[in-house]
């Protein structure tokens, strides 16, 4: 049924006093005339005016014509079929006791296709799709269709694209036929929950899976120091082998760094080892981890995988300004000087605004790269050094802020810009509590000062501290690593938080009195009778916010960079530029060009313009191998900046990660959904499903509106019938 309603922005009883209005003014005028001329004229020219000033009134109460069509839509059932790479392995099962099987997911697919008989389903209509990173729908479904080469699994791409056409299209049901191995996109349950559309899963592949041994993960930093050694924690998995003395190597580009052993034992999946890496020159490295290929393995193609490391020159300057001398300075200091290359210039004021030697200057402040404010400013204190440290936290350089008894918050107040936090209030009033460090920050690595759980229990140990009767209050983007513990007591008040925001870092110690946390390993040292022994939980705690603080580049006007610096082979290579003027302004409509090189091979493309000096795309998928960019950014024809860099590409290796299927997962799916779960071999259930589904139809309305108040057509009709009344008027003689 159609309809078609006009809609006025006044009500009806004003629309009916405009018609009034213009009849009563259209009668007095033509009542009667000079010179005086028939009725038959008058009556003419009176119904141009009306007209006329009906048609203008109209125009002027913002008319809004609706054309509402309302369509009955038969439902139809949609067939997600998973194409990626994994829904074609196979292997052979064999190793545990009284099973010997054979896992060919190629087959187990087709079976749940043609067995159940889908593709001669007439009930409703039919509508397949196929999956993996993206989705798309077949106009004409073969099985020839299905190349099953997707990289990546990512079920919610499709089920947001089936929830936006829900209000067009009238879809009943949805079966998706899958290993439930789901490795891009987040997690599709709550979407599933929210759909309104009874999902059905179908199963293949199996829990048991192949022998194979995997080099899962490889985590370290994404920026290095010469001579500065970082961790390389590598993850490998191992599915059905008993073997001791399996390699694992790490390579730097190709030359060997480190390698280990490990035994492998039935029953244990996940294995974990860490190497020391030392860069040795700046510049982008390549870092490589490896596994042994055992004999009768799945594939060999999971055995390694890399990760690119930005190595910066490692000599950093640290300038320590201090309102008084105290032992939290003598701490801290002591702490940076066993960096290695680290270069330490403290400020220490003295009565009134005088300081000790050295004087502060501002050749120390351009040349630091982190600034700690240990107690300062105080009541005395000029705040000349607070605005140096803010012109260089401008240019990208970090802050750690200390708090001590007699800092002066009212005069820190105006350079909130570089704090993690704003100020509330404060009294003198001194109070000791402990940092109460929570479970939930357990995988930060700033926290990470030992193995698992035993980092924060060591943290939680710390002596009691420090502190005024002080409230501030946390900004959005800052972190809060610990809150405040008085006895039993659990207090949300931040103790240590950190702030990063446009490449710039700071970080804040609400407490003082830290200098005894050393005293925490003393005692260790004393109760496990290991006086050599390097337990020192707080002075660890302080070298990690120091090496966090200080791995920041500082502010450039150009910063241009891939999404990532491993993408897989067929996934689009993406990157996104920041450009910036003299004024750290955002600059727009500039020009950037992105140049990827390998070999002999070249890409260009430009970036579009998101706005704000934001740029983003991509230049498309690669072969496999190293890459190195430069991104040229041109503004009114001319050159303003570049910046280069390095990006790996890798055969994909996710569909080769994990084997298991997921059929858990795909339950929980079915039954938030109000679906079933079904296996790849119960095709005389899925069948009597489907005999069995009642859909109902569907109304759905297409509504679309033509603002007459926006119709230019509408206002030259009323000009017309003004213009012919005119032209009535001056042939008749009128005045």
């Known amino acids: 049924m159609n309809k078609v309603i006009l809609n006025f922005s006044v009500p009806v009883w004003f629309l009916l006093l405009i018609v009034l209005f213009s009849f009563v003014l259209t009668y007095w005028y033509y009542r009667k005339t000079n010179p005086n001329i028939d009725l038959k004229n008058r009556i003419f020219l009176g119904i141009l005016r009306f007209l006329g000033l009906i048609f203008l009134f109209t125009f002027l109460s913002e008319p809004i014509l609706n054309f509402i069509q309302n369509k009955i839509e ?131 592949g199996d829990t048991i899976p192949p022998r194979d041994v995997i080099v899962a993960g490889i985590i370290t930093n994404e920026l290095g120091f010469v001579d500065k050694t970082q961790p390389v924690k590598v993850n490998i998995k191992s599915f059905g082998f008993d073997v001791d003395g399996i390699n694992v190597q790490l390579f730097e580009g190709r030359e ?46 999971n055995n390694s995988l890399s990760q690119i490391v930005k190595v910066v020159k490692s000599r950093r300057k640290y300038v320590l300004i201090s309102g008084y001398p105290t032992p939290d300075l003598s701490f801290i200091k002591s702490i940076i000087l066993q960096e290695k290359g680290a270069e330490v210039i403290t400020f220490i004021q003295k009565q009134g605004a005088e300081f000790y030697e050295p004087k502060p200057n501002r050749k120390d402040f351009e040349e630091a790269q982190v600034f700690i404010l240990i107690g300062y400013p105080i009541s005395s204190s000029p705040t000349q050094l607070l605005d140096w440290v803010k012109e260089e936290w401008n240019k990208g350089k970090s802050v750690l802020f200390v708090s001590q008894l007699t800092t002066d918050y009212r005069k820190l107040k105006p350079y909130e810009e570089f704090l993690p936090f704003n100020f509330l209030s404060n009294n003198a009033k001194e109070y000791t509590f402990v940092a109460d460090f929570k479970q939930t920050q357990a995988g930060n690595p700033i926290l990470n000062i030992a193995s ?39 207090l949300k008040e931040p103790f240590l938080l950190t702030y990063e925001f446009q490449n710039r870092k700071s970080a804040a110690i609400l407490g003082y009195g830290i200098f005894r946390w050393r005293l925490l390993g003393q005692s260790l040292r004393e109760l496990m009778n290991a006086p050599d022994k390097d337990i020192d939980p707080g002075s660890a705690l302080i070298m990690n916010l120091l090496n966090w603080v200080s791995a920041t580049e500082e502010f450039t006007r150009i910063r241009i960079k891939p999404a990532k610096t491993n993408f897989h082979q067929f996934e689009q290579v993406s990157f996104t530029a920041q450009v910036y003027d003299e004024t750290q302004s955002p600059v727009d409509n500039a020009i950037v060009k992105i140049k990827v090189n390998r070999d002999n091979t070249q890409v260009e493309n430009i970036l579009p313009q998101i706005g704000s000096g934001l740029y983003s795309g991509n230049v498309g998928s690669l072969d496999v191998g190293e890459y190195n960019y430069i991104g040229e950014v041109y503004r009114d024809g001319k050159l303003i900046g570049s910046s280069r860099g390095k990006f790996i590409v890798e055969k994909s290796n996710l569909e080769l990660l994990e084997f298991r299927s997921r059929f858990n997962f795909l339950r929980y799916i079915s039954d938030v959904s109000g679906g079933k779960f079904f296996l790849w071999n119960e095709t005389e259930k899925i069948r009597t499903e489907l005999d069995n589904l009642f859909l109902q139809n569907k109304v759905i309305t297409n509504k679309e509106e033509l603002l007459l108040w926006n119709y230019l057509p509408l206002l030259i009709i009323s000009i017309l019938f003004f213009s012919i009344e005119w032209f009535w008027r001056r042939k008749k003689g009128l005045l």
Do not use: C, H
């Open 452 to 490: 698992g759980e035993a980092g924060l229990k060591l943290l939680n140990q710390l002596p009691p501290i420090f502190r005024t009767e002080m409230f501030v209050r946390a900004k959005p983007e800052s972190e809060i690593l610990a809150t405040i513990r008085i006895g039993n007591s659990e």
């Open 256 to 301: 060997l760094v480190a390698e280990q052993k490990i035994n492998l034992e039935r029953g244990i999946e996940d294995y974990t080892l860490v190497f020391d890496y030392t860069p040795k020159a700046e510049g982008f490295s390549k870092l490589v981890a490896k596994v042994q290929v055992l004999p009768n393995e799945f594939s060999s193609e």
């Open 74 to 204: 038969k439902a139809k059932v949609v067939f997600l079929v998973d194409n990626s790479a994994s829904m074609k392995l196979k292997w052979e099962v064999t190793d545990y006791v009284n099973i010997s099987k054979m896992v060919d997911k190629f087959s187990q697919t087709k079976k749940a296709i043609y067995e159940t008989g889908i593709t001669d389903y007439r009930k409703y209509p039919i509508e397949f799709w196929k999956f993996d990173g993206s989705s798309s729908i077949f106009d004409n479904f073969k099985w020839d269709s299905l190349d099953f080469n997707g990289s990546e699994t990512n079920l919610l791409n499709p089920l947001k694209r089936i929830y936006n056409l829900k209000r067009e299209e009238n879809i009943g049901a949805i079966f998706v036929i899958t290993d439930g191995i789901i490795n891009s996109g987040d997690n599709p349950a709550s979407l599933a929950e929210q759909l309104g559309i009874p999902i059905y899963t179908i199963g293949v």
